[in-house]
């Protein structure tokens, strides 16, 4: 039986050609008006690739290189274009020195060994030394000969010798004049001018011992001041006392003047005052003035 043609099975559509896989190479090419077309229409952008970004940024660090040279130029030029500045005389016809010499009424007098301090200090040393007072003995101070002791005996006095001899050596020690006596059966006096070859020199050596002064077995304190030393002081040693022996005290001023270090100490059984040891110190800076 024959269906009525409304009552016929519809056919089915014919099945879609199956595709031909893309490859990487038919991938279809986003050109720059389809990103321009992209951003009017209100899509998101289409970024540059990171070679596009690498170009730009090589091109605008040549062209900050072009236009840092070319200014440099530029100035280089201006500067040549400027005339030169012309420097100051050399000559100062204010120092000039007279075409005469002075008159010999006129001419100044040269300083006194009193007055001209170099004189002094240039001279004898030892006749700086404070003499050994009446009825005191006359002992011989770090090994001393005729009142010189040299630097290896002077070296001797400090806890490294070696190392304060090689230390003398470097700050160029000039010369050491010194004196001592005894008074009584224990009182001893003891006083060193030690001259370098420079006021620095000096200077540096007073401050080097005044800072021991706080270390063990130093005196422990900053002492006082000595005055019109500038930078001088004296020191009172706690007193020492050992089982079988007498107690031992001691006093030590230490000073700089010019281009000498001053080294003054009293050793005694009995105690010894402030005002002794500020007294001698002050008399020995006097005949340093």
């Known amino acids: 039986m024959e269906l009525h043609e409304a009552q016929r099975e519809p056919e089915a559509p014919p099945a879609p050609e199956p595709a031909a896989p893309e490859s990487a190479a038919a991938k ?123 630097t290896a005996a002077y070296s001797r006095q400090f806890d490294r010798p070696a190392g304060a001899f090689a230390h003398f050596t470097e700050e160029d020690l000039r010369r050491i004049a010194a004196v001592a006596w005894m008074q009584g059966e224990n009182k001893e006096t003891n006083i060193g001018l030690v ?9 540096d050596h007073a401050k080097a011992q005044q800072g021991h002064m706080l270390d063990a077995g130093s005196a422990g304190d900053d002492g006082d001041p000595l005055k019109g030393s500038g930078n001088g002081r004296y020191y009172l040693y706690p007193v020492e006392r050992k089982a079988g022996f007498m107690p031992r005290y001691r006093a030590q001023a230490i000073f700089q003047r010019g281009d000498i270090m001053v080294d003054i100490n009293i050793i005694d059984t009995k105690r010894i005052s402030k005002n002794e040891i500020r007294s001698l110190a002050e008399r020995q800076l006097e005949r340093l003035s």
Do not use: C
């Open 195 to 203: 001259q370098f070859r420079s006021g620095k020199a000096a200077m």
């Open 28 to 150: 279809p090419v986003v050109s720059t008006a389809i990103e321009d077309a992209s951003a009017a229409d209100g899509a998101a952008p289409i970024r540059p690739s990171a070679r596009h970004r690498g170009r730009t940024a090589v091109l605008l660090a040549v062209a900050a290189v072009i236009g840092v040279s070319a200014g440099t130029a530029v100035g280089y030029q201006v500067q040549a274009d400027r005339p030169p500045t012309p420097l100051p005389a050399l000559n100062q016809p204010g120092l000039a020195y007279p075409a005469e010499p002075l008159p010999g009424d006129k001419v100044p007098e040269p300083l006194s060994a009193a007055e001209d301090r170099g004189v002094k200090t240039d001279g004898d040393l030892r006749k700086l030394l404070l003499a050994t007072p009446k009825a005191a003995r006359t002992l011989v101070p770090w090994g001393a000969v005729d009142g010189w002791p040299d």
